[in-house]
Nanobody, 118 residues
Framework: QVHVVESGGGLVQPGGSLRLSCTVS????????AGWYRQALGKQRELVAL???????VYADSVKGRFTISRDNAKNTVYLQMNSLKPEDTAVYYC????????????WGQGTQVTVSS
């Protein structure tokens, strides 16, 4: 009953920007940690950014200073603002919602493709 849907991916030139959105429905979003993960072709899925229910962000070293995660609990939405994009940012980006300390309440979106190319 909990559904996670990402949007905002696309093709962008190096140095450009994209803003990803993720809407979580079917539960109380404010109770969930929200995160963005990505999986490049031939690579494992990795954490990009995480935002706790307390509002503390965590970023992968590779995106620090370039990406910003934020959330709007009133809209059940988490965002990932991506600036200064690099070709190595190319991946499928997945949104994740996780209920802290509650096993089984972990949900993933279908993914949205981000391609950074000139």
């Amino acid at each position: 009953q909990v559904h996670v849907v990402e949007s905002g991916g696309g093709l962008v030139q190096p140095g450009g920007s994209l803003r990803l959105s993720c809407t979580v429905s079917g539960s109380i979003f404010s109770l969930y940690t929200a995160g963005w993960y990505r999986q490049a072709l031939g690579k494992q899925r990795e954490l990009v950014a995480l935002l706790t229910t307390g509002g503390s962000p965590v970023y992968a070293d590779s995106v620090k200073g370039r990406f910003t995660i934020s959330r709007d609990n009133a809209k059940n939405t988490v965002y990932l603002q991506m600036n200064s994009l690099k070709p190595e940012d190319t991946a499928v980006y997945y949104c994740n919602a996780d209920r802290p300390r509650l096993t089984g309440q972990n949900y993933w979106g279908q993914g949205t493709q981000v391609t950074v190319s000139s």
